[in-house]
């Protein structure tokens, strides 16, 4: 006889309803047990048990006039324990890393005046609503209170930085323009007037994060008679690098978004695609066409995107992002296989993203401190030489390199990984190349005047074949190492913004230059 | 003690079983009522019940010839109810807008011969088929019969009216031309043929929708011996501004496709991708990669798409396509946020798909009466102006904004969703200032004679240089303001398709002017 | 009165409570049987029961080392099952082909070892390990122990021979190296140097498949000490053409990935994705945005994937990659539609894969052999004159149009899936136009020695203008093609890379032209 899974789980699904029936009256004294631990968690889940009367007066109106977001907390941890109970779990399991949290905390669901009135004074945004000093802007700096370790290690991220390593670089601050400047005509050509704030934010900003600045207050009719509310500008941004109105760095909401900050939407990679779908970083669109992502999309609802710790294999059977990157894993034993991390360098040896060419990754977060041998704020220099005493050594990029891999050694055989190593390296080299071609030819054009060059005080991302210039590292060099570095190739290696175009930019920014002027030899 | 989710729902699960031996006594009495109705509901499921003498005709060939669609039907509510029962439905909850329906329609399934033998006199396409006068087409003239407000609320949409206003506009016709037209060599340079019927229906008609029209009968062998069926040029085609058999306008199926008519696909934001994906509108992709989009990516198994009317918080905690156009909304309390709509403008302050540019929604859905200053039928003016009297005034802007921002604040405060607003009135003026330079540029070249223009009796769409005018505001400028509108930006809004490309376009669109020409005053 | 759905499934689900408690008696002579049959099966599935002792020791090391893997193996259907039990199915529910298989195999589950020690001394990469002569690389050749009529169809598959066909033609050489070459300048002007084998394993081949070969062995420390493992060039790959150690062809793995080999994976489109994502064969993007391909996404969760055989409606109500080109379909009474294949071409009258223009299907997979009527190896001439003795004729493509579109017509009339073919026919011979007028100006620019040509020994592929006539056949008209084939047109038939994309790049090519030389007559 065979059996199909459907047919054996109806079986299954028989065999519990009728054990269901016969042990229930043994199982009912171990459940009376739970049913009384359960009324009080499940009241909390309904947000009628451990809430604080502050939060109580907040969803007095706030459950009416934003339901949305009330809604979407009740279903949340937040909602559903207290910081006295998360800190009661030992072991893997404990999903809160400080080892004390303010008292008036410890025995209350996490609701709305819990994280609005945390550290009130230290807000620049703090205002009286109702009685309560209430800040618009929760920030790392708040959720620290109870998630210490993990606030402390996404502040020596990348990311947390991601508003200083842009505005504070004089030659990415070019590039912005370029990009975001505004097109005039001024004696029949194109001039770039520069940007203004609300441009700044939908560009660039909007992922690596606005300044927020508190300038001024204004009066609102509401349904409790008139208000005063504090004006934010860059508000609202939930870019990872965000500077808060406490000082502080970044935005947890980036990928823990609102109200529910669930781990699920965390784990799985689509809130990754908001700032990374390319082509300049095109980490989701390469992930979602590799194996790992095909896996992942076919299988995702069989998957536990809750359990902490994350069981390879138990739990999934393909990676996501976070799995790579950030999650805390532990194999079938429960043994841990990469420790959790908001320090998301910590398993990444190269950085793939060229600026101009892919390069080891830098040893410090803020990266505006770096200067490649031509005193220029960038990682490598134009031919391509790393700005090696800001960038990790050999030997902390094998130890970044063994924590990425500790992960895929849980599916694949040492060979296979060493193999796939061995290319990615290969690849990072062979981009490299490309675009030392691509720069050399550049320079030739600016020698040659054809294009206005740093040399010459000009911007070198604003003209047409600047732009090819950039094309060719910024998207084409990039797809094919995410692709290298997440799925092996595909389309995304060779046509999809790739090798294809990669060529074909090296060959049009080439005949653009002889179109132009001959070479000096002819 | 912690209690993660999955203990407190395993818990919960043991308690339900528990109840479920000890109360099953006491509510059998209730149950046997639900019983007794149950088994017609679940009978008519099956399409057992109330299924019409004539449907059950139907089916008995075609359950065997085109299970696909009858095993679809049968899952749908149109096989699980009557018209009559869903007009007793009081209140929001009521899915059918007619007060009244045909005496024939209200106690029977609406399945096969329901619809297809609706109406039959004015349908051109109607035929004899075993006796039934069957037409192969239903159209919006045919649903009107039980959702005549949606019908109606439609016909006055952009949408309904998407054939005309791109056939009947000739500007638009020398853009479709260019796009569609058959190049042949012609004493070695490029000329463009007009394209075929079967071209047109598959590129621009394909989402616009094709005039269907009766051509002739053909005799088919079948398994019921030789059989006429009328002949249909256009078909088929499901574009939503199809000009119908019975001179209406649409096709409901465009987004709630056969046969099982579902909600669900309607709130989902997936049926709007087919012609939604851009560049020229990319709203789907814009949508994906947004915070709302992510969210819906991560949750949608959680929520449900089958409520009316539709609860923010807690059926759905992040907005899909349907959510901010079109659904009926109400909050927590069941109170209406925003009224239900078919007639997609009411919400839609301004048309940021720009023809050249971003401009004020148009008053009425037939577009082809709009002239600009300069008589040509387009909503503004080369120079960026407004062809204002065809164009929604401020009151009306404000009005539309408003009915938006309704579902906006239900998750967000006031001064987010006014931050917000902001930024996307800036954009849409910022990428209508880049337009405006682009145009200029292309003005130029028309001028120097590089490329024949309008003033000259040239198509403004054909040659390369006006294609990179196009580029710049039919796909950069409108990726940049879905982005806004949707999501406030990410990569849609700067490397996706956007300020980036948009910017070397630009550049390139000098460049080749000025490799071809030198400037007059040189 | 009306029953919304989730009414009426609260009231099934009650009744089906009721119906547990007073029938389970009643049930419980019947489930005694099924018990004792499903502890075997759940033992099974839980790796305890008919697990051989040779894989038991795999899974000693491996269930720790890798659990990624073997928890995902413990999922499968090779984990829960026996050839023996799977042979015992009869009719079109049986899921192994082979008549008989080797008699170790038949009452053991399928685990590492029943594959991986198959066939030893067949494969190149056998090696002992902990005293097992075990291989790395299961190829089709293993498979077919079990699955002999997929993996003969299968081989008889253009898929098959990725490799060869790719590698082994002159022409395609040229092609490859104009992406994969490392460009490096050489006085001033680009050269491209012959990529190596890493380059080549993560483009082309990453899909294609690589060449795989044993270069040595190595020795690895280990938790039970040092061991000697093979070193495999071209190792990791999954490509549906690799060339295996044992020297058959392909990879199951590219569609049925490691270790559950679910069914359910390779009817889903996902997997798909990963060498069908475009722009040379944008075939997912295409189904995404199609019709079918919405339905797909909003309905999926409601379908099932599982079972064999596949009934059109039942089980799901619209088509993916597998219902139309390679599963077994069955109707709504059993009845076969479509037999299953995994010769795909069997269902392909076209391959609408330009090279360079779209052609009736080659007869054999083995497409070396063709030539066209110029000599080169490629099915059509430069003209677009078809190679026609080496190409399916018409009776024969009149053959593979009728399988495909028995899938077609379970959900649509004749009338319909008539019109829509009379489209796809319009759309092959108006892209082959466009391509032949792209053509004609790139054989132009040869002739003017604006581009190194074949006709004077230059890779027709490796300059600018090349790529712009490359890009026309390539992507552009690729993409409107899959658009008719498998959604009838959207965007991916107009705006994204697509007919507008196609003429500006044809007006780019000529514009190209004429800028650098005048036309003769001139």
Same mark, same amino acid.
């Given at each position: 006889?065979?059996?199909?899974?459907?047919?054996?789980?109806? =079986?299954?699904?028989?065999?519990?309803?009728?054990?269901?029936?016969? !042990?229930?009256m043994?199982?009912?004294?171990?459940?009376?047990?739970?049913?009384?631990?359960?009324?009080?968690?499940?009241s909390?889940v309904?947000?009628?048990?451990s809430?604080?009367?502050?939060?109580?007066?907040?969803?007095?109106?706030?459950?009416t006039?934003?339901?949305?977001?009330?809604?979407?907390?009740?279903?949340?941890?937040?909602a559903?324990? /207290?910081p006295?109970r998360?800190?009661?779990?030992?072991?893997l399991?404990r999903?809160?890393s400080?080892k004390? %949290?303010?008292?008036?905390? &410890?025995? =209350?669901?996490?609701?709305?005046?819990?994280?609005?009135t945390?550290?009130?004074?230290?807000?620049?945004?703090?205002?009286?609503?109702?009685?309560?000093?209430?800040?618009? %802007?929760?920030?790392?700096?708040?959720?620290?209170?109870c998630?210490?370790e993990?606030?402390?290690?996404?502040d020596?991220?990348?990311?947390?930085?991601?508003?200083?390593?842009?505005?504070?670089? +004089?030659?990415?601050?070019? @590039?912005m323009?370029?990009?975001?400047?505004?097109?005039?005509?001024?004696?029949g050509?194109?001039?770039?007037?520069?940007?203004?704030?609300? /441009?700044d934010?939908?560009?660039?900003?909007?992922?690596?994060g606005?300044?927020?600045?508190?300038?001024?207050? &204004?009066?609102? /009719?509401?349904?409790?008679?008139?208000m005063?509310?504090?004006?934010?500008?860059?508000?609202?941004?939930q870019g %990872?690098g965000r500077?808060?109105?406490?000082?502080?760095?970044?935005?947890?909401?980036?990928?823990?978004?609102?109200h529910?900050?669930?781990?699920e939407?965390?784990?799985k990679?689509?809130?990754?695609?908001?700032?990374?779908v390319?082509?300049?970083?095109?980490?989701? &669109?390469?992930?979602?066409?590799?194996?790992?992502?095909?896996? !992942?999309?076919?299988?995702?609802?069989?998957?536990? !995107?809750?359990?902490?710790?994350?069981?390879?294999?138990k +739990?999934?059977t393909?990676?996501?992002?976070?799995?790579?990157h950030?999650s805390l894993?532990?194999d079938?034993?429960?043994? =841990? =296989?990469s420790?959790?991390t908001?320090?998301?360098?910590?398993? @990444?040896?190269?950085?793939?993203f060229?600026? %101009?060419?892919?390069?080891?990754?830098p040893?410090?977060?803020?990266v505006?401190?770096?200067?490649?041998k031509?005193?220029?704020?960038?990682p490598t220099?134009?031919?391509g030489?790393?700005?090696?005493?800001?960038l990790l050594?050999?030997?902390?990029?094998?130890?970044?390199?063994?924590?990425?891999?500790?992960?895929?050694?849980?599916c694949?055989?040492?060979?296979?990984?060493?193999?796939?190593?061995?290319?990615?390296?290969?690849t990072?080299?062979?981009?490299?190349?490309?675009?030392?071609?691509? /720069?050399?030819?550049?320079?030739?054009?600016w020698?040659?005047?054809?294009?206005?060059?740093?040399? &010459?005080g000009?911007?070198? !991302?604003?003209?047409?074949?600047?732009?090819?210039?950039? +094309?060719?590292?910024l998207f084409?060099?990039?797809?094919?190492r995410?692709?290298?570095?997440?799925g092996?190739?595909? +389309?995304?290696?060779?046509?999809?913004d790739?090798?294809?175009?990669m060529?074909?930019?090296?060959?049009?920014?080439?005949?653009?230059?002889e179109?132009?002027?001959?070479?000096?030899?002819?």
């Open positions: 006889m065979d059996y199909t899974s459907s047919e054996l789980g109806s =079986v299954r699904h028989e065999l519990f309803k009728c054990q269901g029936v016969y !042990f229930a043994k199982r009912l004294s171990v459940i009376v047990v739970f049913l009384i631990a359960t009324c009080c968690g499940l909390t309904r947000g009628e048990g809430v604080s009367s502050a939060t109580e007066e907040c969803l007095g109106c706030h459950a006039i934003h339901p949305g977001i009330v809604e979407s907390w009740k279903k949340s941890q937040h559903s324990t /207290t006295a998360a800190m009661a779990v030992q072991g399991g999903k809160i400080a004390d %949290v303010p008292e008036e905390l &410890k025995n =209350v669901s996490i609701g709305c005046a819990e994280c609005h945390l550290r009130a004074k230290e807000h620049k945004d703090t205002f009286d609503h109702n009685g309560q000093d209430i800040h618009v %802007v929760v920030t790392p700096g708040d959720c620290q209170s998630h210490v993990e606030s402390q290690q996404f020596k991220n990348l990311m947390a930085h991601a508003y200083g390593n842009l505005v504070n670089n +004089d030659l990415y601050q070019q @590039l323009l370029s990009i975001n400047g505004s097109p005039v005509l001024d004696k050509r194109i001039i770039l007037k520069p940007s203004n704030a609300a /441009t934010a939908e560009s660039c900003l909007y992922c690596h606005t300044r927020l600045q508190v300038t001024g207050t &204004k009066a609102r /009719t509401t349904d409790m008679g008139e005063e509310f504090p004006i934010i500008s860059g508000w609202p941004n %990872v500077i808060n109105l406490d000082d502080t760095r970044g935005a947890c909401t980036a990928c823990h978004p609102r529910d900050f669930s781990i939407t965390a784990r990679p689509y809130v990754c695609k908001e700032c990374h390319g082509p300049d970083v095109p980490a989701f &669109k390469v992930y979602e066409a590799s194996k790992h992502g095909n896996i !992942f999309s076919t299988k995702q609802a069989e998957w536990n !995107f809750k359990n902490v710790p994350w069981s390879v294999g +739990d999934f393909a990676p996501t992002c976070a799995v790579c950030i894993l532990v079938a034993e429960g043994k =841990v =296989v420790p959790r908001h320090e998301v360098k910590n398993r @990444l040896p190269w950085r793939i060229g600026l %101009v060419y892919a390069h080891p990754h040893k410090e977060a803020d505006t401190v770096i200067r490649n031509d005193g220029l704020p960038l220099d134009l031919e030489g790393f700005a090696t005493k800001f050594n050999p030997q902390e990029r094998t130890e970044a390199a063994q924590a990425m891999r500790a992960s895929c050694q849980q694949h055989a040492k060979s296979w990984v060493e193999g796939y190593w061995e290319r990615f390296l290969n990072i080299e062979q981009t490299n190349t490309s675009t030392l071609a691509a /720069t050399q030819i550049m320079q030739e054009i020698k040659r005047g054809l294009a206005t060059g740093p040399g &010459k000009g911007n070198p !991302f604003d003209e047409f074949s600047e732009k090819l210039w950039s +094309d060719i590292w084409y060099a990039n797809s094919i995410f692709a290298s570095a997440m092996g190739g595909g +389309d995304y290696g060779v046509f999809a790739a090798r294809y175009h060529q074909k930019t090296l060959q049009e920014l080439q005949d653009w230059m179109a132009r002027k001959p070479a000096r030899k002819q």
